[in-house]
């Protein structure tokens, strides 16, 4: 009776599993793809910022590294492809196993390259400055191999003056006894000195240099009743001269300046009551770097 009575009752299944949880999100597997992705974005930054904050010859000696096109022909170690220094000197990694190495020093220059660079920049100026002075002495030559093809103006080679000062290549039309470039007291140009003028402009219009336009009176006054002096003279001289040039084909914003100096400035410092010092002053502006003092 008490066998049945055991029978009758339910049997209970108990099971018990061990291991691995039964959802993807309880393990820690997606840490470590996480901790792989922001190792590769940190890496993929460095990589940004490493070309962007090196030089090219940086650059050039960091692809030489990696693609080598010559081996080690060095004593120490094995000869041969394969050979190489001993572990022993400065510089050499302490294993074969050790992975290469590049050390770059952001934002300096190779060595030499500065030096290089100033050398350089020095050739290009003095080039510059060379051909500029060979530009200065061809125009020069033009201009009076233009005067003096002309009957009429080949007496007035006396009366133009070309010389080189700080700023520039200066022509100067100036007065002689007897010769002058504008009649007393006006600021119209006589017909020799538009034909000279002409002639200047034909000659420099093929230049790039810009243009300072100056005039000059001596020393005698001049004035009249309603307050027009030598200031108003030499300027409206010049600004003569700026018309003529710009008429032949010289652009406008070639000029630097057009100014009247009045007597300030006399051609001969000694007497500046004498007819030179009344002239039309020309200056080639220097484009060349100036030389280093």
């Given at each position: 009776?008490?066998?049945?009575?055991?029978s009758?009752?339910?049997?209970?299944?108990?099971?018990?599993?061990?291991?691995?949880?039964?959802?993807?999100h309880?393990?820690?597997?997606?840490?470590?793809?996480?901790?792989d992705?922001?190792?590769?974005?940190?890496?993929?930054f460095?990589?940004?910022w490493?070309i962007?904050?090196?030089?090219?010859?940086?650059?050039?000696g960091?692809?030489?590294?990696?693609?080598?096109?010559?081996?080690?022909?060095?004593?120490a170690g094995?000869?041969?492809i394969?050979?190489?220094?001993?572990?022993?000197?400065?510089?050499?990694?302490?294993?074969?196993?050790?992975?290469?190495?590049?050390?770059?020093?952001?934002?300096?220059?190779p060595?030499?390259?500065?030096?290089?660079?100033?050398?350089d920049?020095e050739?290009?100026e003095?080039?510059?400055?060379?051909?500029?002075?060979?530009?200065?002495?061809?125009?020069?030559?033009?201009?009076?191999?233009?005067?003096e093809?002309?009957?009429?103006?080949?007496?007035?080679?006396?009366?133009?003056?070309?010389?080189?000062?700080d700023?520039?290549?200066?022509?100067?039309?100036i007065?002689?006894d007897?010769?002058a470039?504008?009649?007393s007291?006006?600021?119209?140009?006589?017909?020799?000195?538009?034909q000279v003028?002409?002639k200047?402009?034909?000659?420099?219009?093929t230049?790039?240099?810009?243009?300072?336009?100056?005039?000059?009176?001596?020393?005698?006054?001049?004035a009249?009743?309603?307050?027009?002096?030598?200031?108003?003279l030499s300027?409206d001289?010049?600004n003569?001269?700026?018309?003529?040039l710009?008429?032949?084909?010289?652009?406008?914003?070639?000029l630097?300046?057009?100014?009247?100096?009045?007597?300030?400035?006399?051609?001969?410092?000694?007497d500046?009551f004498?007819p030179?010092?009344?002239?039309?002053?020309?200056?080639?502006?220097?484009e060349?770097?100036?030389?280093?003092e």
């Amino acid at each position: 009776m008490a066998e049945g009575a055991l029978s009758n009752k339910p049997v209970v299944i108990v099971k018990r599993v061990t291991g691995g949880h039964d959802g993807g999100h309880h393990g820690g597997s997606w840490k470590i793809a996480y901790a792989d992705f922001v190792t590769a974005m940190m890496a993929f930054f460095l990589l940004l910022w490493l070309i962007t904050a090196t030089t090219e010859e940086q650059k050039r000696g960091i692809a030489e590294y990696f693609t080598p096109s010559a081996y080690s022909t060095s004593a120490a170690g094995t000869s041969g492809i394969i050979g190489g220094s001993g572990i022993t000197e400065r510089g050499q990694a302490d294993s074969n196993s050790s992975a290469p190495r590049v050390v770059v020093t952001v934002g300096q220059p190779p060595p030499g390259a500065a030096e290089e660079d100033t050398a350089d920049a020095e050739a290009l100026e003095e080039l510059q400055r060379q051909q500029e002075e060979e530009a200065f002495a061809a125009a020069e030559e033009a201009i009076r191999e233009a005067t003096e093809a002309n009957p009429q103006l080949e007496e007035l080679n006396d009366q133009i003056l070309i010389d080189m000062t700080d700023e520039g290549q200066r022509i100067q039309l100036i007065d002689h006894d007897g010769e002058a470039m504008f009649d007393s007291g006006s600021a119209e140009p006589l017909a020799t000195t538009r034909q000279v003028l002409t002639k200047i402009a034909e000659v420099v219009k093929t230049m790039p240099n810009k243009l300072i336009i100056t005039g000059h009176t001596d020393a005698n006054a001049f004035a009249s009743e309603d307050g027009y002096t030598n200031w108003e003279l030499s300027a409206d001289r010049a600004n003569a001269a700026r018309r003529i040039l710009v008429g032949t084909g010289i652009r406008s914003d070639r000029l630097a300046e057009v100014k009247g100096k009045a007597d300030t400035e006399p051609l001969v410092v000694a007497d500046p009551f004498l007819p030179e010092n009344r002239r039309i002053s020309i200056v080639l502006k220097r484009e060349a770097p100036a030389v280093p003092e």
